[in-house]
């Protein structure tokens, strides 16, 4: 069964093979998140309770403060921030109850797929993927969804990162800023290689000057102008290089560029692995919010469209190929 890329690709992707996942979803899933479902009118009208008599507060004590012009204006900020403290501590139960329902459903799903999942990933470091330059340096970090197992014969890790940047003004005030939101994937290539093969977007002529200085190993000059045209390549070999990036793999990164976005893929051949950062502009996984309904089929169905990412790298690398070129 064929659908459209929930990536926006033009092309068909093949989905998953679903096939008995309904006697699955009806044994082992749609009894937990109805029990959760019970929950959440009550959560969802305590939460719209609160946060309604906090406003109603707030505009009441906004009012007379306009009113006495002897009143210090930070009264305001005072009040608003006390407001929107309260949505959020009203809203943390139906948080909880949304994330309860992600993680039994995406254990369900990773488990009829024969593949591993944790909420909170396992043993993860960042450390080679900043090296690479295939990640912006951060100061913050908040992994989560990780997904581990076997694609067609192709063994895999992949889990989320949202990376913060922390920096201070003239004043001393602190500013966060998301520098990357997506996914960081790692591939078994089963190439003989033992070096390093960098491949960044481009950033332009100008950009790309300074953009090599501190790049692991030198420029790989290739004979594929569009190929060029969306990536700069660096490698610590340049036969090896060459010998990784056949005209046909950097045709099917081209496509795979493609189907996830314009300028939000990078990628690294790093001692037998294949390295991937997929930046996203949302977070994935989420399958819905608890203002609508746990039980909703759509969700599940999100939730599959998302998962075959994972399927879509190894079709358009072609890496459960036992040439692997």
């Known amino acids: ?8 690709s033009k092309e068909e992707v093949e989905y998953p093979t679903m096939a008995g996942f309904q006697s699955f979803y009806n044994r082992d899933l749609k009894g937990e998140l109805a029990a959760l479902e019970l929950e959440r009118p009550a959560k ?19 009012f007379v403060v306009m009113t006495m012009t002897t009143m210090e204006p930070d009264i305001l900020i005072v009040v ?36 591993n999942y944790h909420l909170k990933p396992l043993g993860v470091s960042l450390t080679r993927m900043g090296e690479l330059d295939l990640i912006p340096t951060y100061n913050e970090r908040k992994l989560e969804d990780q997904i581990e197992g076997d694609v067609r014969g192709v063994d895999f890790g992949l889990y989320e990162a949202k990376l913060i940047k922390k920096t201070r003004d003239s004043k001393g005030r602190t500013r966060r800023k998301t520098v990357f939101r997506g996914l960081l994937c790692e591939f078994d290539f089963h190439k003989d290689f033992k070096g390093t093969t960098i491949i960044t ?3 332009t002529k100008f950009g790309n000057f ?3 200085f501190g790049k692991i190993g030198e420029r790989i000059k290739l004979e594929d102008p569009e190929f060029e045209s969306l990536f700069e390549v660096y ?7 060459r010998y990784l990036l056949t005209p046909a793999f950097m045709e099917r990164a081209r496509d795979l560029s493609e189907a996830v976005g ?8 790093d001692k037998g692995r294949l390295l991937l950062a997929i930046k996203k502009g949302d977070n994935s996984f989420e399958g819905g919010s608890a203002f609508s309904d746990l039980t909703d089929i759509t969700r599940i169905e999100k939730t599959i469209k998302e998962l075959t990412l994972i399927y879509d790298v190894v079709d358009k690398l072609r890496l459960e190929l ?4």
């Open 80 to 115: 608003v921030m006390a407001v929107a403290g309260i949505g959020y501590l009203a809203y943390r139960p139906l948080a909880k109850l949304q994330q309860d329902a992600k993680v039994r459903t995406m254990t369900c799903l990773c488990r009829f797929l024969g593949l």
């Open 1 to 8: 069964m064929t659908h459209p890329s929930p990536w926006g």
């Open 210 to 212: 300074f953009a090599k």
């Open 201 to 203: 977007k481009d950033h």
């Open 262 to 269: 314009p300028r939000n893929l990078q990628l690294a051949f």
């Open 235 to 241: 490698g610590t070999d340049q036969v090896e290089s």
């Open 322 to 325: 036992e040439t692997k070129v």
């Open 44 to 62: 969802l009208r305590t939460f719209c309770l609160c946060v309604g008599a906090a406003v109603s507060v707030g505009i009441t004590i906004a």
